[in-house]
């Protein structure tokens, strides 16, 4: 992750080895001024493995596989967030 205003150089630096994960100004840097009006500043979080089943970790991929195969198998009955398939 980078702090990018108009082509500098980055000025936030980013660590996820805690939980939650955590942002802070790079050393000798400050947070960004704000400008003036509504929703100045606006943050762009991109998570996850990407768009391949082959990116998913091996437990999430047949957890994945266990509950799509089980909706399909009882798809008669199934309710998906207390909505009926049928």
Known sequence: MAWRPCGHPPRIRSTTK???G????VYG???PTAG???NPITIRFVVGYGT???LLPAPIRLALIGIVSDYYEHRAEATLFGVSAA
């Open 18 to 20: 805690s939980e939650p």
């Open 52 to 54: 391949r089943l082959d």
């Open 22 to 25: 955590r942002i802070a100004p």
């Open 36 to 38: 003036p009006g509504l």
């Open 29 to 31: 840097q400050s947070w």
